[in-house]
């Protein structure tokens, strides 16, 4: 940086960066640095059970703990609102990305040092400061200062340099010992009890870290299996798919208003449809037409997903079946699994 300044932390300082350029560099949310690091390879994945917005330091990411109602594994990135809530797009980074520019550093790094003879440099400075010692004891005329100066500004150069090779060595230590950690999976101990397959399913590759509808998390919760279902639990099943339930952009809210527009008149026009059935005739004595129309356009309208770990209670209401339509052979109630399915009989 200008004037050997020291990158702060949160930031990334590349060569010739100024302050004002460090400022508008801050690091990539999900990840958080310390004070110094210059690129991506410097950083390291936010922890798990917190999240890291952009510019997240080293000081203050244990302070970001995961909302309620998520959990943050490894590398989770998001932002919050104004009202302290999770913004759109709270995921998690791959940990291929940063495996992949540590690696890289590592074989530039190692290369460099062992192109430097760092035991011929240290034996180079210790000829230039006996040097400078036996000129700085001699008096009067034999005195030289310009070639004690120049002694002086060699010893800087090569103390720089072989301070900048012993710091390299440590920096390689250090990220040779970070990249290994990252490089081992570890499963939650939470996640034990669930299926790894529903599980991997419902994680989207980090794209879904809200809890499974009907589950809760406390603050701080880093994994799948925390989404624990409260006790005596009534929360009805939400309709939308989980992925969709994460919070969207204005545009999209308002193509959900206008699709629950939609499905409201949809609602009346099957109201109708139901009183035309019954004043017509279409009880038990009713035609099969408006029978098959009728089960037609319920059919869609009665039916949704549960999601792989979701939990739901589900009323239903029978009162606005007309009369004659029976269970088995105008309408029916299933339960749908990967490969069968359970029938659910009303009043069962």
């Known amino acids: 940086m200008y004037e050997a300044e020291l990158c702060q932390e949160g930031h990334l300082c590349g060569i010739r960066t100024t302050r004002t350029v460090m400022l508008n560099n801050p690091c990539p949310a999900g990840y958080y640095t ?26 203050k990411v244990s ?8 959990y943050c594994p490894l590398g989770t990135a998001a932002s919050l609102t104004v009202d302290g809530e999770f913004g759109e797009g709270i995921h998690m980074v791959p940990r291929a990305i940063l495996i992949g520019r540590i690696a890289a550093k590592l074989e530039r790094e190692r290369a460099w040092i062992a192109s430097v003879d760092a035991g011929a440099a240290r034996r180079g400075l210790d000829g ?36 900048r090779w012993e710091r390299t060595v440590a920096a390689v230590e250090e990220r040779a010992r970070y990249l290994k950690e990252i490089n081992i999976t570890v499963t939650c101990r939470a996640d034990e009890g669930l299926p790894r397959e ?13 809890c499974p509808n009907g589950t809760v998390s406390s603050r701080g919760s ?13 929360r009805p099943i939400s309709i939308l798919d989980p992925l969709d339930r994460r919070a969207r952009s204005k545009g999209a809210v308002r193509d959900d208003e206008k699709e629950a527009d939609r499905a409201a008149d949809a609602g009346e026009e099957e109201s109708a449809s139901q009183r035309r059935l019954q004043d017509s005739g279409g009880g038990a004595g009713g035609s099969s037409e408006d029978k098959e129309e ?55």
Not at 44 to 57: E, I, M
Not at 152 to 161: F, G, K, L, P
Not at 198 to 210: E, H, I, K, S, T
Not at 332 to 339: E, K, M, N, W
């Open 222 to 234: 880093a994994c799948l299996g925390e989404c624990r279902k409260p006790p005596a639990s009534t």
């Open 63 to 70: 302070q970001a703990e995961c909302l309620p109602g998520f």
């Open 128 to 163: 230039l400061r006996d040097e400078l010692a036996w000129h700085e004891a001699r008096e009067g005329e034999d005195r030289d200062e310009a070639r004690l100066e120049r002694l002086a500004t060699a010893i800087r150069a090569d103390e720089w340099a072989l301070e």
């Open 198 to 210: 529903l599980v991997d399913r419902y994680f989207q590759d980090g794209a879904n870290l809200r």
């Open 294 to 348: 009728w089960t037609e356009r319920w059919d869609t309208l009665q039916a949704f997903t549960l999601q792989p770990l979701e939990s739901a209670r589900v009323s239903l209401d029978f009162r606005d079946v007309p009369p004659g339509f029976e269970y088995n052979e105008h309408y029916a109630i299933v339960v749908l699994g990967s490969s069968d399915y359970v029938d659910a009989t009303p009043g069962g």
């Open 34 to 59: 310390g004070p110094g690091a210059s690129a991506l390879e410097d950083a390291y994945l936010c922890p798990a059970a917190r999240f890291c917005s952009k510019g997240t330091s080293e000081s």
